[in-house]
């Protein structure tokens, strides 16, 4: 084995990169090749992770179905207690409603075209997490039991329609699992959304409580950002530009 010369070890320090860090005797340098390159290796595991994502499609299909059955597990055993305690048939009629969705998604069509962008999963998943925190109502309704019944059958009747539209092309991040432009998808581009409003609003108005408000507008905002990521992913498709004109409500947006 070839030792290096004082020359040769001097020259292999100066050429590697350094630090410098104040200190009480003065400044330390620290050469490059001591200090672990954190940040590198945390970019070539994100970078590994993505990969494995974009070659591997389906494991975010799963993934995805997997973590719904956990959070929905969660808010049934919330409801059903909610249930048990104030008798309200609305709660049960909300936790109805949740259960369809989560049976589209257990039984839906996998796809390869699923975004891997992190924003979106997190934006559909919290936009789904958000939905199954809507707990019991309380106190006394606002409206009529007219008013609130029928957003809760109307939305109800909306989303399932899109649902059943859809059929096993449903999920809850942004995907291109085949475009629909029959049903429902003939007036409004995005009408499972527009359901799920309807039904969130008449939960609300059932019984107001400072949580139920809260969820109600955290949920809103992300169907709108979930929109965006949809239209970006399906606006590639030649398809997409034979649906209505408006993306949530019929001559307003």
């Known amino acids: 084995m070839q030792l290096k010369t ?3 070890q001097q020259l292999a320090r100066s050429a590697a990169p350094s630090l410098s860090f104040p200190s009480n ?3 330390i340098r620290a050469s490059a090749q001591n200090i672990p ?3 590198q290796a945390c970019n070539e ?4 992770v993505k990969g494995f994502l974009v070659k591997n499609p389906t494991f975010l299909d799963t993934l995805e179905k997997y973590l719904l059955c956990v959070i929905f597990s969660v808010f049934a055993y919330r409801m059903v207690n909610g249930y048990l305690e104030t008798g309200s048939s609305v709660t049960l009629l909300y936790l109805g409603d949740q259960f369809i969705v989560l049976m589209f998604v257990l039984f839906r069509r996998r796809t390869e075209n699923i975004s891997t962008r992190v924003d979106d999963w ?3 998943f919290a936009g789904t997490f958000l939905a199954l925190m809507f707990g019991p109502t309380g106190g006394d309704a606002i409206v009529s039991p007219v008013v609130f019944n029928g957003l809760l059958i109307g939305g109800l009747f909306v989303h399932l329609n899109a649902k059943l539209t859809l059929r096993r092309s449903f999920g809850v991040v942004a995907a291109n699992r085949g475009v629909k432009a029959t049903g ?3 007036i409004v581009r995005h009408p499972m959304y527009t359901g799920y409003m309807m039904s969130q609003a ?3 108005l059932a ?3 400072l949580n139920n408000a809260i969820v109600l507008c955290l949920c809103w905002s992300l169907f709108l950002w979930r929109i965006h990521a949809e239209e970006r992913i399906l606006s590639k498709d030649p398809a997409y530009a034979k649906l209505a004109r408006h993306k949530l409500i019929p001559g307003l947006y």
């Open 6 to 8: 004082h020359n040769e």
């Open 25 to 27: 005797r003065g400044i």
């Open 37 to 39: 390159l954190t940040e």
């Open 45 to 48: 595991s994100f970078r590994m």
């Open 122 to 124: 997190l934006v559909g």
């Open 184 to 186: 429902v998808y003939k």
């Open 202 to 204: 008449g939960l609300l």
């Open 207 to 209: 019984g107001p409580t």
